[in-house]
């Protein structure tokens, strides 16, 4: 980092605007990062904003419109490195639940009616779906501390660091009580580890907020939470709230073996 | 036609936008619009049981998550018949609190108070301002701090659910807090009197009705069973639909909503209005002080409002922590064994009343329907910004509409994930008046109505286009023809009008315009040959899709016959209103 600062673009497409918000939440970092690099466009903090060539673009929000679509292809011509930040860009968001065009036709007209938007949506889907994704950075929202672990990181030049690990490992740092061996429905073996297993921690189940982690097995903890008295319905719909479109294939697998 | 847009609203949680189309002295169009995809949350939640909507609802926005977890919490609650002791909303109360904290201190110093010191943004204005901004940014730390001990996390948090909370924070949590807010005391007055004493521009400046929950006993705060609206209506939780009655608009992912066919606002200015006469302590001495006509007409007075309530918060906080720790027993979840029902829970979120509502049949969500604060401030932000752009226009500084719209919109503090980026203005030549007429046309037949005097010249293009148009069965009448019998009939059926009349906009003979009706109204220049006519009673949706069509004149003498130029516009108009 010598000399130049980095520049770096922050973009919101369709979601809830908490990862945008994780940043300005990090009030004692804040005039650092704006020290550090050179913030080029960041809507939700500044408004002298300009769309050039980037060194680092984050997206949040998953993209739900043609416009959308345009945006994020744009940003991508734009940057060096591409990250999605938070549920919605790296997974879809609990919005990325509808994928059959003909549910989501039906699910969009129960809100809107025949009405002709003036900007034509689309199917919700995580940002990979329409540019080359660089890092991933998931939560809903994003966690402080792996954010600004993250954004030193990548400051300084060096590749972020991954979390393979799922909520449990953290849940057995804290030596939390399993909720799932006392019979609840945790979704902790197959989410990946970011808010140091904040809701076991507080006496309930993980929802799965952070999205799938890699490498979980999800055939294994199928069965377990079956044998545990679940039924076949509610464990896939609980597994589906916060996997976007993470588990389509491994939907399709199961259910063709089962 | 100049179109002023304001495509990425900064400085506005989330991603949404403004845009004004000026043609000639009139704004023809201002649109608050929502950039963002649909999310189709309340389908989402269709077929989960109660606990999963509970966690799925609050992720429509960041900055009210902890609104929508007690909204929607509420309305489970409400619907399942699930009653929570007094503690339980002690504490609730206490984290509701630090929401309006972060999330006010975030709006006043961040994202609003750069456009009163001129500065591009917060960073920029802390070489000027250090102590402010940097306090401030302690303030909203200590907001987002009180959620996490309460919620689990800054955003998000799952510690509040259904019957109560899954841990209780400890005693030397809360004592923390309560200490922590004292030490805020000096700054708190430092922003309620920096706030209400900026110089708050005087346009926009209009009536509007506003709306919020009216909390139990007597008491400022943010919750109740009941809606109270300005004019003094209560509705009953209910009966929500009352008040909010939404509707699709095609230029928005957020639907709109108008009471009693008028558009109305909500928020910490709605609250104040609504209720500062209940305000205790330093907060109702400064309410005293400060509070005067302009906040019940200035929409920007919401950032005063703001500062107001982030006293009687930091004045509640101590009384809160000592309630709460004087309990011995911390309350376990209450748990519920009902299988159906329908409810409703109303909060208010920082920006304004927030709606969740219900229906569980055998143990799953089978209807929900969720009302943002911003949709329903979406027909007032237009109202206003239309009222700001016209009022400037006619006093010749059209040059400052750009920013005026940017500060309204921002006023609101919309969080646009409401479903919702910013301020556009563009001028045009001629409005695209052929598209406009048609598809005005294709929804519902209008009455036309001429003014003006066949005998001076082009002054006579009213008279002779209603003539005409008679000729071709449509329907119109000239003003002269209107009584005040057949005038009421027309206040009463609900059709929109079209005035066709000789505009001087500054342009071209033979120039064509079609200006929205309100706009003309909210004109010191533009309304006077209308004004004996829509003094009446008409109803807001009336004349909001009612026009004025505008024929720019060569000259207005006395002579029996239009000019070369009105002449084809004539023809012109009469070609479009044939087919
Ligand atoms: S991932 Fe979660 S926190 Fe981030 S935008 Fe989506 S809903 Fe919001
Ligand atoms: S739901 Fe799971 S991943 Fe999300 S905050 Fe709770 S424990 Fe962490």
């Given at each position: 980092m010598k000399g130049k600062k980095l520049k770096i673009g922050i973009y919101e497409l369709t979601g809830c605007a908490g990862d945008a918000l994780m940043i300005l939440n990090c009030e004692k970092e804040l005039p650092a990062i704006f020290q550090a690099v050179?913030?080029?466009?960041f809507l939700m903090a500044k408004s002298d904003n300009i769309d050039d060539e980037l060194d680092v673009a984050l997206v949040e929000g998953s993209v739900t419109t043609e416009k959308e679509v345009e945006e994020l292809k744009d940003i991508r011509k734009r940057s060096k490195i591409v990250v999605a930040l938070g549920l919605c860009a790296t997974v879809g968001g609990i919005q990325a639940r509808f994928q059959d065009p003909q549910k989501w036709q039906e699910n969009f007209r129960q809100v809107y009616g025949e009405t002709k938007m003036e900007l034509p949506a689309v199917v919700s889907k995580p940002i990979d779906a329409y540019i080359k994704v660089d890092f991933y950075l998931p939560g809903c929202p994003i966690s402080k501390e792996q954010f600004l672990n993250f954004f030193t990181r990548v400051v300084k030049g060096a590749p972020p660091e991954s979390y393979p690990q799922p909520v449990c490992v953290s849940c057995k740092y804290k030596e939390n009580d399993c909720l799932l061996k006392n019979g609840l429905f945790c979704l902790g073996p197959l989410t990946a580890d970011g808010c140091g297993a904040v809701c076991p921690s507080h006496n309930l189940p993980c929802v799965?907020?952070?999205g799938p982690v890699q490498g979980g097995n999800w055939t294994s903890e199928f069965y377990l939470l079956q044998d545990k008295g679940f039924s076949r319905e509610f464990i896939k719909k609980k597994m589906a709230n916060f996997a976007g479109t993470k588990l389509s294939e491994f939907w399709k697998q199961f259910d063709r073996r089962d | 036609m100049k179109k002023i847009t304001i495509?990425?609203?900064?400085?506005?949680?989330?991603n949404g936008g403004i845009t004004a189309i000026i043609d000639g002295q009139a704004v023809s169009e201002v649109k608050f619009y929502i950039n963002e995809g649909p999310r189709l949350i309340e389908r989402l939640v269709i077929g989960r049981t109660p606990e999963e909507d509970v966690s799925l609802t609050p992720r429509i926005c960041a900055i009210c998550t902890v609104s929508h977890k007690l909204a929607a919490v509420r309305a489970m609650e409400n619907a399942l018949n699930v009653q929570v002791p007094h503690q339980t909303n002690l504490l609730r109360e206490l984290m509701h609190m630090g929401e309006m904290i972060e999330s006010h201190s975030l709006h006043v110093?961040?994202?609003?108070?750069p456009d009163y010191l001129g500065f591009p943004n917060a960073i920029a204005m802390a070489s000027k301002h250090e102590f402010e901004v940097k306090i401030a940014l302690e303030m909203k730390n200590f907001g987002n701090h009180i959620m996490k001990v309460i919620n689990g996390r800054f955003v998000h948090g799952e510690n509040t659910v259904i019957g109560g909370f899954g841990k209780w924070p400890s005693r030397e949590e809360l004592l923390w807090i309560k200490s922590r807010a004292i030490q805020f005391m000096p700054f708190v007055y430092k922003t309620v009197n920096l706030f209400c004493t900026l110089n708050y521009p005087d346009i926009p400046e209009a009536e509007t009705q506003y709306a919020c929950c009216l909390p139990p006993h007597e008491k400022y705060g943010f919750w109740g069973d009941e809606i109270l609206v300005s004019n003094g209506d209560r509705i009953f939780r209910e009966d929500y639909r009352q008040l909010t009655n939404e509707f699709v608009v095609p230029h928005s992912y957020a639907r709109h909503s108008r009471y009693q066919d008028k558009p109305y606002s909500v928020g910490a200015l709605a609250r104040v209005n609504n209720l500062g006469e209940r305000l205790e302590g330093e907060a109702g001495r400064m309410f005293r002080k400060y509070f005067n006509d302009h906040w019940k007409k200035n929409p920007l007075y919401n950032n005063a409002a703001q500062a107001l309530e982030i006293l009687y918060c930091f004045e509640r906080l101590p009384q809160l922590v000592d309630e709460l720790l004087e309990i011995d027993n911390t309350p376990e979840i209450v748990s519920y064994q009902t299988q159906e029902g329908q409810g409703t829970g109303l909060v208010e979120a920082p920006r304004g009343l927030l709606i969740h509502h219900y229906r569980v049949e055998q143990g799953l969500v089978k209807g929900a329907d969720i009302i943002t604060p911003t949709a329903q401030n979406a027909e007032d932000i237009e109202r206003y910004g239309m009222i700001a752009a016209q009022t400037l226009l006619d006093r010749g500084e059209e040059e400052k509409i750009r920013d005026r719209l940017d500060i309204i919109v921002r006023a609101y503090d919309?969080?646009?994930?409401?479903?919702v980026h910013l301020a556009e203005v563009k001028t045009v030549e001629e409005t695209a008046w052929e598209n406009q007429l048609a598809e005005i046309k294709r929804q519902a037949s209008p009455l036309f109505i001429g003014i003006g005097n066949i005998t001076q010249g082009d002054d006579g293009i009213g008279p002779t286009l209603i003539t005409k148009l008679k000729e071709l069965g449509i329907k119109a009448v000239c003003s002269s023809e209107l009584d005040t019998q057949n005038i009421k009939s027309l206040v009463n059926s609900d059709q929109p009008f079209i005035f066709v009349d000789a505009l001087d906009a500054g342009k071209k003979p033979g120039a064509i315009s079609l200006i929205p009706l309100l706009a003309v109204l909210y004109s010191s220049s533009l309304s006077h040959r209308l004004a004996p006519f829509i003094?009446?009673?008409?109803?807001y949706s009336q004349l909001k899709k009612s026009y004025l069509l505008g024929i720019q004149p060569r000259s207005i003498t006395k002579q029996q016959h239009l000019s070369p130029e009105v002449s084809q516009a004539l023809q012109r108009l009469i070609d479009q209103l044939e087919n």
């Open positions: 050179d913030i080029q466009s799965g907020c952070w | 495509d990425h609203l900064p400085r506005v949680e989330g110093y961040y994202l609003a108070l919309p969080c646009i994930s409401c479903s003094q009446n009673e008409f109803s």
